[in-house]
């Protein structure tokens, strides 16, 4: 399990639950496994996250959320919180420096849902003509902006498939496929996996303006889940007005009241899910309760608790893109993902939109990882170890 990452501060800890009656504990309703990994830990009460308020706080000794809460002074200040928790890889939405100055301990789940974006980037691809085939067969090349814990585990896995790969981050010195960031832009496929920053050496922030927009080719694949905000929307638009490149778009700027007209110019549009897989979600909440526990001082705990196995099964196939499709489609139906989104928006608008937008996310079903799982393959090739190695499966040849 990745391993999460804290930020300590000077003041004492809460009391631990041996010390206190209970500990209370604010959570966001969509983080899963709330009752059986951190119920042992105190009472929890589980908002809507979007809503979670100063006045939901006043009991508060510890907050957890996802990405769509903003926490920061108008939602802390004069409130018992004294841990925060991120179920989530970034933290564009938490005032770092508020957190600091007020002794606050900060703890983020990075790299818990980073295979639930991969395989969400690879099963895109897979619907886009013979864009997963190509790059297999080693015509055409995929472009990664951010080396993070997406980043890595992207290139990781399209490696080990034999896939060209550039990556450009500025603030890493130390990649085996590093490339400018014009180099990048020129592959055929380019997804974004960068965090989001408006401030510092290198902003993030409108990083693909219209300046790097019109350079795009008509044929290329432009992926973005990363955050909305990192692409320049209304230069987009125009872009895509021109013709090509082909869109996946995930992360939107002005969540949760997203862009119809971007929606229609998409190849693949979805509701940002693509870290949304139960196993991330699950491993996000195992990585806070571990904080959570350290944070109160106690031992043990329940992070050990984890879902039941993964199987699929692979039957005649004819290349190793053919393979990849196969074993994907059996754990994650990505145009579905696009249908429901249209569905919901096609006849919303303004606040509604964003209801929608929201909905989606709180309601999404379950989906599995294929990372893990077990491989029962009848007919063995020469690309079955090379998969299996990639995705981690277990194989249980016939």
């Given at each position: 399990?990745?391993?999460?990452?804290?930020?300590?501060?000077?003041?004492?800890?809460?009391?631990?639950?041996?010390?206190?009656?209970?500990?209370?504990?604010?959570?966001?309703?969509?983080?899963?496994?709330?009752?059986q990994l951190l119920g042992h830990l105190g009472e929890i009460t589980a908002l809507d996250g979007r809503s979670i308020s100063r006045r939901d706080l006043l009991t508060a000794d510890a907050l957890l959320v996802r990405s769509v809460?903003?926490?920061?002074?108008?939602?802390?200040?004069?409130?018992?919180?004294?841990?925060?928790?991120?179920?989530?890889?970034?933290?564009?939405?938490?005032?770092?420096?508020?957190?600091?100055?007020?002794?606050?301990?900060?703890?983020?789940?990075?790299?818990?849902?980073?295979?639930?974006?991969?395989?969400?980037?690879?099963?895109?691809?897979?619907?886009?003509?013979?864009?997963?085939?190509?790059?297999?067969?080693?015509?055409?090349?995929?472009?990664?902006?951010?080396?993070?814990?997406?980043?890595?585990?992207?290139?990781?896995?399209?490696?080990?498939?034999?896939?060209?790969?550039?990556?450009?981050?500025?603030?890493?010195?130390?990649?085996?496929?590093?490339?400018?960031?014009?180099?990048?832009?020129?592959?055929?496929?380019?997804?974004?996996?960068?965090?989001?920053?408006?401030?510092?050496?290198?902003?993030?922030?409108?990083?693909?303006?219209?300046?790097?927009?019109?350079?795009?080719?008509?044929?290329?694949?432009?992926?973005?889940?990363?955050?909305?905000?990192?692409?320049?929307?209304?230069?987009?638009?125009?872009?895509?007005?021109?013709?090509?490149?082909?869109?996946?778009?995930?992360?939107?700027?002005?969540?949760?009241?997203?862009?119809?007209?971007?929606?229609?110019?998409?190849?693949?549009?979805?509701?940002?899910?693509?870290?949304?897989?139960?196993?991330?979600?699950?491993?996000?909440?195992?990585?806070?309760?571990?904080?959570?526990?350290?944070?109160?001082?106690?031992?043990?705990?329940?992070?050990?608790?984890?879902?039941?196995?993964?199987?699929?099964?692979?039957?005649?196939?004819?290349?190793?893109?053919?393979?990849?499709?196969?074993?994907?489609?059996?754990?994650?139906?990505?145009?579905?993902?696009?249908?429901?989104?249209?569905?919901?928006?096609?006849?919303?608008?303004?606040?509604?939109?964003?209801?929608?937008?929201?909905?989606?996310?709180?309601?999404?079903?379950?989906?599995?990882?294929?990372?893990?799982?077990?491989?029962?393959?009848?007919?063995?090739?020469?690309?079955?170890?090379?998969?299996?190695?990639?995705?981690?499966?277990?194989?249980?040849?016939?």
């Open positions: 399990m990745p391993r999460v990452i804290q930020h300590f501060t000077k003041i004492s800890a809460i009391p631990s639950a041996h010390e206190l009656d209970s500990v209370n504990i604010v959570a966001d309703h969509n983080i899963p496994g709330l009752e809460s903003r926490v920061d002074e108008v939602l802390l200040k004069d409130t018992p919180v004294r841990f925060v928790g991120s179920a989530t890889a970034g933290h564009d939405h938490i005032d770092m420096e508020y957190l600091k100055s007020t002794g606050r301990h900060f703890a983020l789940a990075s790299g818990s849902n980073a295979q639930s974006v991969v395989e969400y980037v690879f099963a895109a691809l897979a619907e886009i003509g013979a864009t997963l085939d190509a790059l297999c067969e080693g015509h055409s090349s995929l472009g990664v902006i951010g080396y993070g814990n997406v980043g890595q585990r992207l290139v990781s896995v399209a490696r080990t498939l034999g896939i060209s790969v550039l990556v450009y981050d500025p603030y890493i010195k130390q990649c085996p496929v590093s490339a400018s960031f014009e180099q990048v832009m020129r592959c055929d496929v380019v997804s974004l996996h960068c965090a989001l920053s408006q401030e510092g050496r290198f902003p993030s922030w409108h990083l693909l303006n219209r300046q790097v927009l019109t350079t795009l080719r008509p044929e290329q694949v432009l992926i973005n889940a990363a955050r909305g905000g990192i692409i320049d929307e209304t230069a987009l638009l125009e872009r895509a007005s021109r013709g090509g490149p082909s869109l996946i778009v995930d992360c939107w700027e002005g969540e949760p009241c997203i862009s119809e007209a971007l929606i229609e110019q998409a190849s693949l549009a979805t509701p940002h899910v693509a870290g949304y897989s139960k196993d991330g979600k699950w491993r996000g909440t195992q990585m806070l309760g571990e904080a959570l526990t350290s944070f109160l001082r106690l031992e043990g705990g329940n992070a050990g608790i984890g879902l039941p196995s993964v199987s699929v099964q692979l039957g005649e196939h004819h290349s190793m893109a053919q393979a990849v499709r196969l074993l994907l489609e059996q754990v994650y139906d990505i145009t579905t993902d696009d249908a429901l989104l249209r569905r919901a928006l096609r006849d919303s608008g303004g606040v509604e939109r964003g209801r929608q937008f929201d909905r989606l996310r709180r309601d999404y079903r379950e989906r599995r990882e294929l990372f893990g799982a077990q491989l029962h393959c009848d007919a063995p090739s020469e690309w079955i170890a090379c998969v299996a190695k990639a995705f981690q499966l277990e194989r249980k040849d016939s």
